[in-house]
């Protein structure tokens, strides 16, 4: 009875909801934002909470959440750490602004940027040799889920993107399921359908790596996360965050997106 009530206590994954902000707001309108996301928020104690600017923000988000609850984090790195690579920006120059966090992947980046899994690896490599916490994401198109291709989609962009990672790196990294179809298109993936992507990702992770690791991993859900659906989506047994686009831009509904979160017994 005692080893079934061990086994039967829940893992120790905290929520975490970070905002992609993309290509939004002026370093002036992320000052107003955050003044008002800091203060919605300044009460949860629960959940991990992280914003993510544009570059040219990065400083003024920095100064605008000393002695708050947001973390901060960036959209983007690039691999090399210095030289000639004009309009690039390293991992170690994030850090020194002030991010903790760096999305990688996104499939904005990955559709208009040229992004395969060959560069998350070598971007994911970067930002944990500076010392940053990377959201790694991957996801399918609407074409792939109709196709049934969703999981060799999701398996390939796993073992890209870690290929050659330490168990001991995996530790760090966040893992955002975004399938494309639902990402700023109203459309969110039904918990039951996100769900069930979460736990295909968490197996893989566990044969890539250990079970430990696996149970540890963060897991964030992305695409049209909202207040109205996050609690649903996060009550899911897999689904341990969200990467929110569109409602990380008005910090009343971010905050909702967050009060959400902390309602989750966990
Ligand atoms: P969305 O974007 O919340 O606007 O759908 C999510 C994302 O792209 O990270």
Not at 24 to 31: H, V
Not at 96 to 116: A, D, L, P, W
Not at 167 to 175: C, N, R, Y
Not at 225 to 243: M, T
């Amino acid at each position: 009875m005692i080893v079934y009530s061990i086994f039967l206590v829940g893992n120790m994954r905290k929520i975490n909801i970070s905002g992609n902000w993309k290509l939004n707001k002026t370093a002036s309108e992320t000052k107003e934002l955050l003044a008002e996301l800091t203060a919605a928020v300044a009460g949860a104690t629960k959940t991990e909470i992280v914003v993510c600017p544009t570059f040219v923000s990065l400083t003024t988000a920095r100064d605008a959440l000393q002695s708050s609850n947001v973390k901060l984090g960036a959209q983007n790195l690039f691999w090399e750490e210095s030289g000639a690579f004009t309009g690039e920006i390293s991992g170690t120059q994030l850090k020194n602004v002030g991010c903790e966090y760096v999305i990688i992947g996104h499939s904005e980046r990955r559709q208009y940027f040229n992004e395969t899994d060959a560069t998350v690896n070598k971007r994911l490599k970067a930002a944990l040799n500076a010392g940053l916490l990377p959201i790694v994401c991957v996801g399918e198109t609407l074409e792939e889920r109709e196709s049934e291709n969703t999981f060799t989609v999701i398996e390939n962009q796993i073992s890209g993107a870690f290929a050659g990672i330490s168990a001991a790196a995996m530790a760090k990294i966040t893992i955002a399921y975004e399938p494309v179809w639902a990402i700023g298109t109203g459309k969110t993936a039904s918990p039951a359908q996100a769900e069930e992507v979460h736990a295909f990702i968490r197996n893989k992770i566990a044969n890539l790596f250990n079970q430990q690791i696996s149970e540890n991993i963060i897991i964030q859900y992305g695409g049209s996360v909202k207040p109205s659906n996050a609690f649903e989506l996060l009550s899911q047994p897999n689904i341990d965050g969200a990467l929110v686009g569109g409602a990380s831009l008005d910090a009343e509904s971010f905050a909702g997106i967050v009060h959400a979160a902390e309602k989750i017994e966990g």
